[in-house]
């Protein structure tokens, strides 16, 4: 099958690719933050897929994790076909009938988390006034 082998910095970080793809995916977003709103800038590097349709009648996304990247972090990827890659993080469906969630448990519970220290933070500051 066709993969990808991205490296950070020199490091192997995944190879991905998946028999039933019909898109494989790299990609590398710079957002900038918004400070009225309190929204920080970020550079993420998001490893991610499409397979053909399945016998059930619609396709599945498949994602690896993403990776918070640095200015200055150089990032590698090399195609090449092989039969071995690191299983996709999940898979999910693509269709409107069912909508499913594109995180695994473990994440929706860090965002929550992260959602949760941000609004203690900002709580016990007003607390102060």
């Not at 039933?20 to 933050?33: F, K, P, W």
């Not at 994602?63 to 076909?81: T, Y």
Request: aromatic share 8%.
């Amino acid at each position: 099958m066709i993969a990808f082998r991205i490296r950070i910095n020199g490091e192997l970080v995944a190879t991905i690719g998946q028999e039933d793809m019909s898109i494989l995916t790299t990609n590398l977003v710079a957002s900038r933050g918004n400070q009225e709103r309190d929204v920080n800038d970020y550079i993420r590097l998001n490893l991610g897929g499409l397979s053909h349709e399945l016998a059930e009648g619609y396709c599945q996304h498949f994602r690896w994790a993403d990776r918070e990247m640095s200015l200055g972090d150089r990032i590698e990827i090399e195609v090449f076909e092989t039969d071995s890659v690191n299983p996709p993080l999940k898979r999910y469906r693509s269709d409107k009938a069912v909508q499913e969630n594109p995180y695994t448990d473990e994440e929706v519970r860090e965002m929550r988390y992260a959602d949760y220290l941000e609004l203690k933070k900002q709580f016990d500051h007003d607390d102060d006034a």
